[in-house]
């Protein structure tokens, strides 16, 4: 669909060419010519004083061409080898929604040298999985994944398509819904099907204070990128298998204007924090950069990562990788440690999924005593020192 314009009214003065962000009009004859490249923003309706252009109406029901479109369908994220454990949790879900709708549950696997990975999607749920295996896509670029996943898509017409809210993901799954011209509800906590059979999608909004339950009744797919460790990765008690549909991309669809020249896999107290079982997060608290070295230390001992608020982060004592919260990362560890953080609920949002949740403050008042299991009221330049030597002590490598 596309702005119209009435040829009547039109007096060719070319504003609307001026104020469309997406060059889509264009002057023909004396009058203005809207292409296919139309958003349907509306600022040209609102600038022409002669009231020559309006937009189509949008039906108030869904069409015939929806009934075309069946299955959910998860993006199989992968890196270094190894699918994304979001991919998983995903997977898992589908299967759950899937059920209520009897439908396929398909899994899109987009790289170079692939073979293998398929077996273990099968295993959380897929029914089918599409394979795009080309050299050009050893390395993820945004235009030329997107590329694929869209034409994919477009070809297959899954119902509901379902992608990890990742760096990757966030990166170029929007790219994707604008090829496909339909809705995305990114950062996604929880997906349900209603009665209608629409996916109901849920996100917190106006910072964490409500959550959100989104629908999408009239564009197909309909499109979510979920949070990591939000949702639980359930592996199929028996053994499964599935079909396996190796596609062929058109050439000029895995072009990319970015040239990855080199990867190099991250290191350091930040990089395995979402995968980690044990966190060790820091707010305002700490005071100083350096302080964060005790925490460095202490995550070291118990194999964990070390994470901050958004607090610590604008304050410049950590690095922005390692925020947890609604604007950060989402992590669900089996043990997390709230060290200096009062608990705003920004980033009470981003933890709340795990397991067990220690907190140490001096303030006895602090929120996030209300969402801990196990709360520690001391200061925590005496208590992480002391906890620190115990650890030592314990595993027998303590020296004076």
């Not at 906590?189 to 106006?206: K, S, Y």
């Not at 359930?234 to 190796?246: D, H, N, S, T």
């Not at 949740?357 to 303030?363: E, G, R, S, T």
């Not at 200061?379 to 906890?387: Q, S, W, Y």
Request: glycine share 10%.
């Amino acid at each position: 669909m596309k702005a119209l314009i009435d040829k009547d009214r039109c007096t060719g003065c070319g504003t609307c060419v001026d104020v469309c962000p997406v060059g889509a009009i264009s002057m023909l004859d004396g009058k203005a010519e809207v292409s296919d490249d139309c958003t349907l923003c509306g600022m040209c309706v609102d600038s022409c004083e002669f009231g020559a252009i309006s937009l189509p109406e949008v039906g108030t029901g869904p069409s015939k061409e929806q009934e075309t479109y069946q299955g959910i369908w998860v993006y199989a994220e992968w890196k270094h080898g190894s699918i994304h454990r979001v991919s998983f949790e995903l997977l898992s879900k589908a299967r759950q929604l899937a059920e209520k709708k009897k439908v396929p549950v398909g899994a899109v696997l987009i790289g170079y040298k692939l073979d293998g990975l398929e077996k273990e999607l099968f295993s959380y749920g897929a029914d089918i999985v599409y394979v795009v295996d080309h050299p050009a896509l050893a390395h993820f670029t945004d235009e030329a994944y997107g590329n694929v996943l869209a034409f994919l898509a477009k070809q297959y017409r899954p119902e509901i398509l379902l992608a990890g809210a990742t760096s990757i993901g966030r990166s170029f799954i929007p790219r994707v819904a604008a090829l496909l011209r339909t809705g995305l509800t990114a950062d996604c906590t929880d997906l349900d099907i209603n009665d209608d059979g629409l996916l109901v999608q849920t996100r917190p909004a106006f910072g964490g204070n409500i959550m959100a339950s989104i629908l999408c009744p009239y564009g197909r797919p309909q499109m979510a990128t979920v949070r990591p460790r939000v949702m639980q990765a359930c592996q199929l008690l028996e053994p499964r298998q599935g079909a396996i549909e190796k596609v062929s991309i058109p050439e000029h669809l895995l072009k990319s204007r970015v040239e990855v020249l080199e990867e190099t896999i991250s290191e350091g107290p930040s990089a395995s924090l979402v995968e980690a079982d044990v966190v060790i997060s820091g707010g305002r608290g700490l005071k100083k950069r350096e302080n964060f070295k005790m925490l460095e230390e202490l995550a070291r001992l118990v194999n964990g990562a070390v994470g901050a608020s958004r607090g610590a982060v604008e304050a410049g004592l950590a690095d922005p990788s390692q925020q947890v919260g609604q604007t950060g990362r989402t992590v669900a560890p089996v043990l997390y440690m709230a060290v200096g953080i009062s608990g705003a609920i920004q980033h009470v949002v981003g933890m709340q999924g795990s397991k067990i949740i220690v907190a140490v403050n001096k303030d006895p008042e602090a929120p996030i005593f209300d969402i801990c299991h196990y709360g520690v009221v001391a200061d925590l330049f005496e208590f992480i020192p002391e906890f620190i030597k115990r650890i030592k002590e314990a595993c027998g490598d303590f020296k004076n």
